[in-house]
């Protein structure tokens, strides 16, 4: 089985600041990650995902995220971050059998503030 | 068409009331996903359809039942909930059960009352 941990309930960072969101994984066999974020109100959209290849992995909005497989680690970062960033970030994970479910973390909420 | 779509957006019933959640897709995805999110947490799994037949039930009570009609539309019958259902119930498919990128709709959000 799978397991995922956010450490960071929360992460206040001012505009244009650097972030980091972090994500552990814990899993047996091979896995995919993803990140996805849920902006108020609204469903979850997904960010970027690693399922193999490149451990670097570039999404949508500016973010990305690194496989560290012996770290058991897929950090979600942005170089400079804006207002409209403001979110609840989930980290998922997902073992590779199709019967494998998909994982969530707990969630970190970005605020962002001017 | 890139989008998963749910109605309704919002919905308050009673205890007694039975109603249907319903979500769409044309992505030509076959599997399809109900979740739960409870606030400040993150989605539960709920049920799992892959090629129209219920593939995983994560023991959801009964008063929850899901259907689905045909490959693009999934429906959740709501029936003598309790306050404590009271969520936002997300939608998502894939391309297939072991294709793991999974697309969400937007969510309809229940109160129980």
């Known amino acids: 089985a799978q397991s995922v941990t956010q450490l960071d309930s929360q992460v206040p960072v001012f505009e244009e600041a650097p972030v980091e969101l972090r994500c552990n994984y814990s899993?047996?066999?091979?896995?995919?990650l993803f990140w996805y974020v849920q902006y108020p109100n609204q469903g979850l959209q997904l960010l970027l995902k690693?399922?193999?290849?490149?451990?670097l992995v570039k999404g949508i909005n500016g973010f990305e995220a690194e496989f560290n497989k012996s770290q058991t680690s897929f950090h979600l970062r942005k170089p400079s971050v804006h207002i409209s960033d403001t979110a609840e970030y989930f980290c998922?994970?997902?073992?590779?059998?199709?019967?494998?479910?998909?994982?969530f973390g707990t969630g970190t909420r970005l605020q962002v503030f001017p | 068409d890139t989008e998963v779509t749910q109605t309704p957006k919002h919905l308050v019933m009673g205890m007694t009331n039975k109603k249907s959640l319903k979500c769409e897709q044309h992505?030509?995805?076959?599997?399809m996903y109900w979740y739960k999110q409870k606030a400040k947490k993150p989605p539960e799994l709920m049920f799992v359809?892959?090629?129209?037949?219920?593939?995983i039930n994560e023991s959801v009570p009964s008063r929850f039942s899901p259907e689905c009609p045909n490959s693009s539309l999934l429906n959740l019958h709501l029936h003598a909930l309790q306050p404590e259902d009271s969520a936002l119930y997300l939608c998502?498919?894939?391309?297939?059960?072991?294709?793991?990128?999974?697309?969400f709709g937007p969510g309809t959000r229940l109160t129980v009352l």
């Open positions: 998502a498919s894939s391309q297939d059960l072991g294709i793991r990128v999974q697309f």
């Open positions: 899993s047996s066999v091979s896995v995919y």
């Open positions: 690693y399922l193999s290849g490149s451990t």
């Open positions: 998922a994970v997902s073992g590779r059998i199709s019967t494998d479910k998909l994982i």
């Open positions: 992505m030509g995805h076959r599997a």
């Open positions: 359809y892959s090629y129209e037949k219920l593939s």
